[in-house]
């Protein structure tokens, strides 16, 4: 099929350049240059615009920071049009971003006017999932999008998922999200105490690995530096999930939180603990770099 893909940021590019793996013709675009470049030579056909890339498209395909940006892609900014105007034909949409439930509803009602078909679909599984092809899709829109867009998702995810109608799927990436960052901000505080009291992380993490403490976090993304062979905490905390976009994720819990009046005291104080250790510096490291913030103080 014929796919643009719009957002080549860490997550964004590896999925692509598996769709193009997939055998289907991608056109990307990106705002960064370089990121094009890189899929170009994956096979991916770069494009000057959005509009460009989407050009014949038969499945539009978004993966952008914040839902302010996904409006602006879609429904234009003051004089500028947006995709919906300049579309030919009638592409299915997919917008894989993690943004309020509200403006998923909001672009999906958009969508609907024209006679498009539109599907919020975030993603779980960090940019590992991305480029091995197993990420986890949450899928929210109708039962005949949703079978309209499994081919595509299945070239890039593993575990796809219909939540619901439009937003849904924002709604439990959320969810699923908040329970994130809650226990890697729990794990490193565990490690951080073991550790000062005389423990050796590794042993540690196996001990709590094998026993009621174990989750994701600690099992698969260790965030102690040289507990786990490829983990983003062995690399300096470079690349992977952003501190800045699980503190952006964990606000959206918020204001879902406050709009549904739902009690969420663990997920507003994971809020706290990564928007304090993104105003240190550190939003543009992966988020199992909160395990500096129980370091404080400490030679690491």
Known sequence: MKIAFIGLGNMGAPMAANLVKAGHEVSVFDLVDAAMKSLEKAGAHACASAQSAASGADVIISMLPAGQHVRRLYLGRDTAPGLFEAL??????????????????????????????????PVSGGVGGAQAGTLTFIVG?????????????????????????????????????????????????????????????????????????????????NPWPGVMQGSAASRDYQGGFLTDLMAKDLGLAWELALESKATVPMGSQARNLFALHASQGNGGKDFSSIQKLFRAGEEE
């Open 88 to 121: 030919e034909g009638k592409p299915l949409i997919i917008d894989a971003s993690t943004i309020s439930p509200e403006d998923a509803r909001f672009v999906g009602a958009a969508a609907a006017e024209r006679g498009l078909t539109y599907l919020d679909a």
């Open 141 to 221: 829109g109708t039962e005949d999008g949703f079978e309209q867009a499994k081919p595509i998702l299945e070239g890039m995810g593993k575990n796809i998922f219909h939540a619901g109608e439009v937003g849904s799927g924002q709604v439990a990436k959320i969810c699923n999200n908040m329970l994130l960052g809650i226990l890697m901000s729990g794990t490193a505080e565990a490690l951080a105490l073991g550790v000062k009291n005389g423990l050796d992380p590794a042993v540690l993490s196996e001990i709590m690995k094998q026993s009621s403490g174990g989750n994701w976090a600690l099992n698969l993304y």
